[in-house]
């Protein structure tokens, strides 16, 4: 899973991802940085405890930490052109509002207002893919006079890409144009920002904790929307396991902000994990849901896909609440299933194969 943080300039992006991350991000630095964030999963650290394994295996969110933006002048908006290029092939775009009052940080056009910061980074994006719609026309209407192979298809998109035009000087984002897999798969490679799943953070106070924003018209309908406090998470982050568990109780803080973004993350995009457990390693495998047995099995190995038998499978709940795989079998509740079944979240899986 490949995320890019947005985020304007002073919004405490940089901050909150050193947090959750465990590593410092360059101070003032104008590049994109990357940082691999481990998925936090208690249930691969009770797995480990059960197999012993020689090794745990997390999944990752490969993360992209993007300088932070200014719209105030051209200048700004031609190096945020830049920036966007860069995260065409992101599968998420985490933005980052501000909602702290700090004296000593200095303020984005003079304001503190979550939502206006959202709408306005969200107009730069439809402008980004409209420049980039009126390019691909201005291309296209060359092509679709030519008597070449290619023709029918570039006629195609051509229309297909006139409909982009409208939705965004309509202020629409490009995926409320697109209403079929073949005109997704025209412009799945094109990497339009507004196509992009989002989702954002609140960087917070931390007299602000309690409090919810409402972004309905900023973030859009079903948008999910999470509140962290970069200052206090800066300082979780450097303290041992369990005085980090104090100070959070002592905050009222129920979970990190590494675990309320990666389950945030997951949720934008619909993933799960399922596990595989033994003496050499215990893994997390995130896919997306609804994926087959099939497919899992491809997640592992293509030769496991190939060969597949069948998938013997258990929930980690009745794992857990049982203590061994003997139980587990002994209660029937370990289960040998097809290519066709559909893999939950916590489903332990061995795969059965033949090549």
């Given at each position: 899973?490949?995320?890019?943080?947005?985020?304007?300039?002073?919004?405490g992006k940089s901050t909150i991802l050193s947090a959750i991350s465990g590593k410092e991000a360059p101070a003032g630095s104008?590049?994109?940085?990357?940082?691999?964030?481990?998925?936090?999963?208690?249930?691969?650290?009770?797995?480990?405890?059960?197999?012993?394994?020689?090794?745990?295996?997390?999944?990752?969110?490969?993360?992209?930490?993007?300088?932070?933006?200014?719209?105030?002048?051209?200048?700004?908006?031609?190096?945020?052109?830049?920036?966007?290029?860069?995260?065409?092939?992101?599968?998420?775009?985490?933005?980052?509002?501000?909602?702290?009052?700090?004296?000593?940080?200095?303020?984005?056009?003079?304001?503190?207002?979550?939502?206006?910061?959202?709408?306005?980074?969200?107009?730069?994006?439809?402008?980004?893919?409209?420049?980039?719609?009126?390019?691909?026309?201005?291309?296209?209407?060359?092509?679709?006079?030519?008597?070449?192979?290619?023709?029918?298809?570039?006629?195609?998109?051509?229309?297909?890409?006139?409909?982009?035009?409208?939705?965004?000087?309509?202020?629409?984002?490009?995926?409320?144009?697109?209403?079929?897999?073949?005109?997704?798969?025209?412009?799945?490679?094109?990497?339009?920002?507004?196509?992009?799943?989002?989702?954002?953070?609140?960087?917070?106070?931390?007299?602000?904790?309690?409090?919810?924003?409402?972004?309905?018209?900023?973030?859009?309908?079903?948008?999910?929307?999470?509140?962290?406090?970069?200052?206090?998470?800066?300082?979780?982050?450097?303290?041992?396991?369990?005085?980090?568990?104090?100070?959070?109780?002592?905050?009222?803080?129920?979970?990190?902000?590494?675990?309320?973004?990666?389950?945030?993350?997951?949720?934008?995009?619909?993933?799960?994990?399922?596990?595989?457990?033994?003496?050499?390693?215990?893994?997390?495998?995130?896919?997306?849901?609804?994926?087959?047995?099939?497919?899992?099995?491809?997640?592992?190995?293509?030769?496991?896909?190939?060969?597949?038998?069948?998938?013997?499978?258990?929930?980690?709940?009745?794992?857990?609440?049982?203590?061994?795989?003997?139980?587990?079998?002994?209660?029937?509740?370990?289960?040998?299933?097809?290519?066709?079944?559909?893999?939950?979240?916590?489903?332990?899986?061995?795969?059965?194969?033949?090549?």
């Amino acid at each position: 899973m490949k995320v890019a943080l947005i985020g304007l300039y002073q919004s405490g992006k940089s901050t909150i991802l050193s947090a959750i991350s465990g590593k410092e991000a360059p101070a003032g630095s104008t590049e994109i940085h990357e940082q691999i964030v481990p998925v936090p999963d208690e249930r691969l650290d009770w797995l480990a405890g059960l197999y012993q394994p020689e090794k745990i295996v997390r999944a990752t969110v490969d993360s992209l930490d993007l300088p932070g933006l200014s719209f105030v002048d051209e200048h700004g908006r031609a190096a945020a052109r830049r920036l966007f290029g860069s995260i065409r092939t992101a599968d998420l775009f985490v933005v980052v509002v501000r909602a702290f009052e700090s004296d000593s940080v200095a303020k984005y056009r003079d304001r503190i207002d979550p939502a206006k910061d959202l709408e306005e980074l969200r107009t730069e994006f439809l402008l980004a893919d409209l420049e980039l719609v009126m390019t691909r026309i201005e291309k296209l209407e060359k092509q679709v006079h030519k008597p070449t192979k290619t023709q029918m298809q570039d006629k195609v998109e051509f229309d297909l890409q006139l409909k982009l035009q409208r939705a965004l000087e309509a202020e629409q984002p490009i995926s409320s144009a697109i209403h079929s897999n073949l005109e997704m798969e025209i412009i799945k490679p094109l990497g339009f920002l507004t196509l992009k799943p989002m989702m954002v953070v609140v960087n917070v106070g931390e007299n602000q904790l309690d409090k919810t924003f409402d972004l309905p018209k900023a973030a859009g309908a079903g948008m999910e929307v999470i509140s962290l406090c970069a200052s206090i998470e800066s300082e979780l982050a450097k303290l041992d396991a369990d005085s980090r568990k104090e100070f959070m109780a002592d905050m009222g803080l129920k979970e990190s902000a590494a675990v309320k973004f990666v389950q945030s993350c997951y949720k934008t995009l619909g993933l799960i994990s399922f596990l595989t457990v033994g003496k050499d390693e215990v893994r997390a495998w995130p896919i997306p849901a609804g994926t087959s047995a099939l497919d899992a099995a491809g997640k592992v190995h293509s030769d496991i896909k190939r060969g597949f038998i069948r998938a013997e499978t258990m929930a980690y709940n009745d794992l857990k609440q049982l203590g061994e795989e003997k139980a587990v079998k002994a209660a029937g509740k370990m289960r040998l299933e097809g290519k066709t079944y559909i893999v939950h979240d916590g489903d332990i899986i061995n795969f059965r194969f033949n090549v």
